[in-house]
């Protein structure tokens, strides 16, 4: 049985529609993503879930039960990491952990033993006694994240986790979330990072405008939206426009961005001998697989970070 | 987390959305600040009816010399004017608590944020905020009678339960300001309640009797708050009583009650959006 289903979810601030009629299940143990740009209607779809957000209309079931009618019932399952840190500015790092334990209810005796553990969890240990205002954004993120699992929840929900991490914090934050996927906590993450989909997700939805714009595995999506292979070429930005006739005589498909071009094809580095042998070197190229990122742009139009 | 949730299970579905049973973690993360915090700021609430008491009472009762008390026997300007401060201050403090500081931790500092992300209810966090507004009034007003008492205007044991009635005012004004905040938008409109409070601390018996104004302003005072509060205050100050003396304590219970009511259906509005 499905722990999470959304039918026809919608929200709407007076005339905004922020989510409009999305419908998703997250199957037990899955690792589930919302995929989209800033303001496409993902926090709001998670503040729904933990029913701290009041739907316009549509069902929503989590863990079997409606969020707006047992709303703390439904929160003791689920740990929540907001987009923006909402730590506890007058109080201090570890005694963040432990009274937020205190508001799921959890004795005091569980909490000071499971607050040096995530503490520890968190690689924190040493500034236990530190006020949240001394810490740093990459610490406070860990602090959060590490507060959203004191009641060892069965549902993770993860708004942007990783925004505002160094690359090696990151990668020590997916290690984690991996290691609570493999106990059977069921993982719900907004992202507009491709390579963090990519990396976290087994299934997710491309979120645009509070609809959704497709639904798979990241692999899944890539094979139907795109090609295996992008050839990036830039020319400068006095040539970048001009190069577009050419470039589209090369390959079926092509996106031109402000400061390059891409071009979609199966065999990546072929394309570019073809490109060069044709006369039209490029300042400079870069072949990779597709991401992602090549699925929102054929989707949408529109790249993800603007 | 097994005994919670069938604990949390077991609520009536009326409550089931609301309340999880849980203020006492909201009231413990309230006594851990004030642990954590400068006593200077919270000092702050006890000087001011103290300031108001030396500057009106000493200072402008030297030229007011005695007035007729509750029971119409003389007593000093100071001992005059002390319980309606008491009052003021009460009124104050809550409004304070549930109206700007309540605003600023929604929509800035992201504590209810916090707390609704967890097993608790919007009802488990206003109950809680209002116990500890209702214990920092417990605090000034015991601070307050401890400086009339050394000053030699407390007369009888009766001053004593000013503490109790104190906590009425803060109770009654507490609740209605939170429903209030339900409907507050931005900052511009908290520029609104001094308008509300400061006329209401000028004209509600305060300084001189409400006598001296023509009936039908004096109608106006009688139907609101402060006034009920002021004149409580100041009967049991001397112990002196009257039939109107439960109608002045009705007041603030129907308040309460209302309050109380009024907030619990905003609940909703206030954290949910």
């Known amino acids: ?306 | 987390m097994a005994p919670i949730r069938a604990r949390l299970a077991a609520r009536p579905r009326w409550l089931s959305s609301l309340y999880a049973g849980n203020a006492r973690a909201v009231i413990g993360r309230g006594f851990k600040v004030i642990r954590n915090a400068n006593w200077g700021i919270i000092a702050t609430g006890f000087f001011e009816p103290v300031f108001y008491l030396l500057a009106m009472g000493v200072g402008m009762g030297a030229l007011v010399g005695t007035v007729p008390g509750p029971d119409g026997a003389p007593i000093s300007y100071a001992m005059y004017i002390a319980p309606a401060l008491l009052a003021t201050s009460a009124m104050n403090g809550a409004i304070y608590d549930s109206v700007n500081n309540v605003f600023f931790k929604l929509r800035y500092s992201k504590v209810y944020e916090g707390m609704l992300q967890t097993a608790l209810g919007p009802m488990d966090v206003a109950i809680g905020e209002i116990f500890m507004a209702l214990f920092r009034g417990l605090l000034y007003a015991v601070g307050f009678l401890g400086v009339l008492a050394i000053m030699g205007l407390v007369t009888t044991w009766w001053a004593l339960a000013m503490i109790p009635v104190a906590l009425l005012i803060a109770l009654g004004f507490a609740s209605l300001g939170m429903a209030v905040t339900s409907y507050i938008k931005g900052f511009q409109q908290l520029d609104l309640v001094p308008m509300v409070l400061l006329p209401m601390f000028l004209f509600s018996s305060t300084l001189y009797p409400i006598t001296v104004f023509p009936e039908a302003i004096q109608w106006i005072i009688k139907a609101l708050p402060l006034w009920h509060g002021i004149e409580l205050m100041r009967q049991l100050s001397v112990g002196f009583f009257t039939s109107g003396t439960l109608v002045h304590a009705a007041y603030f219970v129907v308040m309460s009650v209302v309050g109380i009511a009024a907030a619990s259906l905003r609940l909703r509005v206030l954290f949910l959006r």
């Not at chain 1, 690359?167 to 993982?187: M, S």
């Open chain 1, 1 to 306: 049985m499905a722990v999470i289903e959304a039918s026809d979810l919608t929200k709407t601030y007076g005339d905004f529609t922020a989510v409009d009629g999305i419908s998703f299940e997250v199957a037990p143990g899955e690792s589930f993503g919302l995929l989209g740009p800033n303001g496409a209607g993902k926090s709001t779809t998670m503040r729904m879930i933990g029913g701290t957000s009041l739907r316009t209309s549509g069902s929503l079931r989590v863990l079997g039960l409606d969020p707006e009618e047992n709303g703390p019932l439904v929160r003791a399952s689920l740990g929540v990491v907001p987009q923006q840190d909402s730590l506890d500015e007058e109080l201090r790092a570890r005694d963040n952990l432990i009274v937020y334990g205190r508001y799921f209810g959890l004795p005091k005796a569980y909490l000071t033993k499971k607050a040096d553990e995530l503490l520890e969890f968190a690689q924190l240990t040493d500034k236990a006694k530190e006020k949240v205002s001394a810490l740093s954004g990459g610490m406070k993120r860990r602090l959060t994240i590490a507060r959203g699992l004191v009641n060892e929840p069965r549902i993770l929900l993860l708004d942007e986790p990783t925004t505002g991490l160094d690359p090696q914090a990151r990668h020590i934050l997916w290690d984690r979330l991996f290691r609570l996927k493999e106990q059977g906590v069921t993982l719900v993450v907004t992202t507009h990072f491709m390579d963090e989909a990519e990396q976290l997700c087994d299934r997710l939805i491309v979120i645009d405008h509070g609809t959704i714009v497709a639904e798979g595995s990241p692999q899944s999506l890539i094979r139907d939206y795109s090609t295996r292979e992008v050839v990036e070429v830039r020319f400068g930005s006095t040539r970048n426009a001009a190069m577009e006739g050419p470039m589209r005589e090369l390959a079926d498909r092509i996106e031109v961005l402000p400061d390059r071009i891409l071009l979609y094809a199966h065999d990546g580095e072929a394309l570019l001998d073809e490109i060069n042998r044709r006369g039209h070197t490029p300042l400079t190229s870069l072949v990779r697989r597709s991401s992602l990122e090549d699925v929102f742009l054929r989707l949408t139009g529109r790249t993800l970070i603007d």
